[in-house]
């Protein structure tokens, strides 16, 4: 009799046993095939990933489970059938699964369908906007790629460069006018199918040899981004890696259209077509920067291929022109363009020293530049001024060499000057290179330029060297004409006006008791420290050609050097006999013995009290050159002419004199045009120019300064303080302080000095 559920047990375990025997075998196969055929990780991990691949592998689980655990639960069970019924239906859709996962497979080894398949998942995770989505299907779909481009199927390889085209074109409509930054993946995969299509072989006729993968990312009209830049940088080093000549050279004559098309210069009076109204500054701005980046890169790369002796290939980018006249958009085709360029380029690189180095990279750096990629550029740069002569001069001989205006400021013409000379050195270095030279000229030099005097009737026309000279020359008249004529910058001036005057205030704050009158004026001394200094125009232009500093700290140091001497001085006069001679060493002794107290004031001229603070009870520091002793007032001042230094002088502080500030004559207000600055302390100011006041020139100056007289201006600072004593007679002391170990002779002992009220 036949026995259902042994029966049915055993054959869905013999099913289970032969699924399990073919299945895991065949998978495994399957994911070292994709391993080998697509040499891809990602592509396996997206198999392994499958909701087939997944659910086949836990019903596998399951029915084993099942099969291990069923027998124990129909033992002895009126449920026998049921579960045999649970275990068929797991089995048959397992065979389901399995009959699925077959299916997968098959598209894994149909490239066409796997194509399809991931640019479909693709595609929904861009409708979605589920970037991660979008990264993960791309990076498969490039994995893919490798195998696509090498298809003699002309279809799938289409259809590669129409997914990259049509991601572009989405990415710049979506930008429009605003900077064009594409997802990094798409960076990334774009250089591994280049680099990919570099490996493969080459074909006479293919539809990869557009390199419409590069020049997709410069066609449209939006602005190109720095990244976008770098990785069209890191592509096209790829290709030249490969020997992709033809491959550059297809991305040069694109480059060359999008410049002169898409890129075209604008001014005021263009009318932009979306609006109807002329372009403003900003969007002018813009449109010139854009083009000076470009321009810059497409420099860079043909300095590279220079660089890299890929004379050939440079010959053919030079030449290339779509219009006739001919017309070389990317590449500088006069004189002045050329220098303009060298300027700014080896200016930017003084400033920024890292910029071209980090930006540019160039491979196997070495030969005629040196391993600079500054160098690089500069040969380059200067092969172009001789390929001047060698090419067709449409509108005349002087819009060719004409060298362009000079800059106007110093800091500009110095600059010029000095990467003039630069390229000087560049200008010889390629004339020596006859095979570089040769890229560009097809005959000598001198032959070139000889077909040009006769061809426009001059018995004489320079060459780059001779056009660089005449323009140092005409630098350093400039410079010399600027120096004179050019407007001093009203802020610069301003600023070292504020300047001296602050650091004058500055320095009076000690002397804030001593000022303003006090009583019935008797004896006055005159502490005039006004100066006048010479100091060259290009100190206070707006873009110098040095950097000056210190100007109103030289000014003011010198004004307060004579000023602290001449107040020094006046005690002196003031009382010029020597009461008491002590040693530093019973300085505060003498002021005990002295007997004052907080109706006594003290000044000192070059003692430095801060030893001994701390050290000396009664001894306080106040502020800068304020102390307190004993509540007696004492003010330290500098002083560094000997004989009044290391004086002390004690008086009443009723009896302290007082600072007043006279205003400058009208005399001298009006010959040196002085300006009332600080009327608290009397301090009248001028700057001017000797070349536009030639009053101002005298004997003195004119020894001085010379034959440049006129390229200086006088900086004048009025500064009249007068100090006032008390009509005599009133008491004050003056005490010599000595220091052993430098001054010599006899001292007061302590025994000798007797109180201030009996002095």
């Known amino acids: ?112 369908d796997l194509h399809k398949e991931i640019i479909e998942d693709y595609r929904k995770a861009e409708e979605k906007n589920v970037k991660e989505g979008e990264e993960r299907y791309f990076t498969q779909w490039v994995d893919l790629s490798s195998v696509l481009l090498c298809s003699v199927d002309d279809e799938l390889v289409q259809s590669v460069h129409t997914i990259l085209y049509e991601y572009v074109r989405k990415k710049f409509g979506e930008a429009k006018d605003k900077e064009c930054i594409f997802d990094q993946y798409y960076y990334e995969g774009v250089s591994r199918i280049n680099e990919n299509l570099c490996k493969n072989e080459r074909r006479p006729i293919s539809v990869n040899n557009s390199n419409s993968i590069l020049t997709s990312l410069i066609f449209h009209n939006s602005i190109i981004s720095d990244t976008t830049y770098r990785y069209l940088w890191r592509n096209l080093r790829i290709q030249l890696y490969y020997d992709r000549d033809e491959w550059i050279m297809e991305y040069w004559k694109n480059a060359s259209q999008r410049y002169e098309l898409l890129m075209r210069e604008i001014t005021s009076f263009d009318i932009k077509p979306e609006t109807g109204n002329p372009y403003t500054k900003e969007e002018i701005q813009e449109n010139i920067w854009q083009r000076e980046n470009f321009l810059e890169f497409h420099i860079m790369l043909c300095a590279m291929l220079v660089q890299q002796n890929k004379y050939d290939l440079v010959n053919l980018m030079l030449s290339f022109s779509n219009s006739f006249p001919p017309s070389y958009p990317l590449v500088p085709s006069n004189i002045g363009e050329i220098i303009t360029i060298f300027n700014k380029i080896n200016g930017f690189n003084r400033d920024t020293p890292l910029y071209y180095e980090s930006k540019y990279k160039m491979p196997n750096m070495h030969g005629i530049t040196d391993g600079q990629i500054i160098g690089a550029a500069n040969c380059y740069l200067a092969l172009l001024a001789y390929r001047v002569y060698a090419i067709q001069w449409s509108y005349g001989y002087e819009r060719v060499l004409n060298m362009g205006t000079l800059p106007e400021t110093l800091a500009e013409l110095v600059e010029l000057k000095d990467n003039l000379f630069v390229f000087k050195f560049w200008l010889k270095k390629v004339y020596q290179n006859e095979e570089l030279l040769s890229v560009v000229l097809s005959r000598s030099f001198t032959e070139e330029l000889q077909d040009k005097k006769v061809q426009f009737g001059k018995d004489e026309l320079d060459a780059p060297d001779e056009l660089v000279d005449k323009m140092i020359r005409g630098i350093e008249s400039k410079t010399k004409i600027v120096k004179e004529k050019q407007s001093l910058s009203d802020d610069k001036v301003e600023k070292e006006k504020n300047e001296l005057v602050a650091n004058i205030k500055k320095a009076l704050e000690p002397y804030e008791e001593l000022i303003g009158s006090k009583f019935e004026q008797d004896t006055c001394y005159n502490l005039n420290s006004s100066v006048t200094m010479p100091f060259p125009n290009s100190a206070f232009l707006e873009k110098s050609d040095i950097c000056y500093v210190d100007i109103a700290e030289s000014m003011s140091s010198h004004m307060l050097d004579n000023f602290n001497h001449l107040f020094a001085s006046s005690f002196y006069q003031e009382h010029s006999s020597l009461d008491y001679k002590i040693s530093s060493d019973i300085l505060f002794d003498t002021l005990d013995r002295l007997q004052l107290n907080e109706q006594h004031y003290i000044i000192l001229f070059g003692v430095y009290l801060d030893f001994y603070v701390g050290r000396i009870n009664g001894l306080t520091k106040e502020s800068n050159h304020r102390y307190l002793y004993n509540n007696t007032k004492i003010l330290v001042l500098n002083c560094r002419t000997e004989l009044f230094s290391q004086m002390m002088y004690i008086m009443k502080y009723d009896d302290r004199p007082f600072m007043k500030f006279h205003n400058p004559s009208k005399e001298d207000i009006q010959k040196y045009k002085l300006s009332n600055y600080d009327d608290s302390h009397g301090l009248w100011l001028s700057l001017l120019k000797i070349s536009e006041h030639p009053e101002l020139r005298n004997n003195s100056i004119e020894k001085q300064l010379g034959n440049k007289t006129n390229e200086y201006s006088l900086f004048t600072c009025i500064w009249e303080p007068k100090l006032f004593f008390k009509p005599k007679p009133y008491k004050m002391i003056r005490i010599k302080v000595k220091y052993r170990l430098t001054d010599e002779g006899e001292y007061n002992t302590c025994e000798d000095i007797r109180p201030f009220e009996n002095s």
């Open 1 to 112: 009799m036949f026995d259902f559920v042994n029966s049915t047990y055993s054959g869905v375990l013999s099913i289970l046993a032969t699924l399990f025997g073919l299945s895991y075998p065949l998978v495994i196969g399957c994911i070292e095939k994709i391993d080998a055929k697509f040499n891809s990780t990602k592509l396996s991990e997206r198999f392994m990933g499958e909701f087939v691949f997944k659910w086949f592998k836990r019903l596998l689980i399951i029915n084993l489970i099942i099969a291990v655990l069923f027998p124990f639960l129909m033992d002895d069970n009126d449920h026998s059938r049921i579960l045999i019924g649970i275990q068929s239906a797991f089995s048959i859709l397992m065979i389901v699964f399995a009959l699925k996962l077959y299916e997968k497979i098959l598209v894994y080894y149909n490239v066409r």
